[in-house]
């Protein structure tokens, strides 16, 4: 995906899906990238979240700053 950059990464879905609707809702678009092999019955691979270029800086300082996983 040209022009985006990743923000986030994890094996777990529903985590990317909160990344994803965080940066939604503070108006920076996102879209979830399924690297997980689903040939596999283990889990292998992980879940992308991706935003434009221009977002890169401001969506990272959010993940970073006001999600967490605990």
Not at 3 to 30: C, F, N, Q
Not at 35 to 50: C, Q, R, Y
Request: no cysteine.
């Amino acid at each position: 995906m040209k022009d985006w950059t990743l923000v986030y990464k994890t094996p777990i879905h529903s985590r990317a899906e909160i990344v994803r609707g965080v940066l939604m809702d503070r108006e920076i678009e996102a879209v979830i990238i399924n690297k997980k092999d689903s040939t596999l019955h283990i889990s292998h691979g992980l879940i992308e979240v991706m935003v434009p270029n221009k977002y890169t800086i401001e969506a990272k300082k959010i993940v970073e700053d006001e999600i967490k996983f605990e």
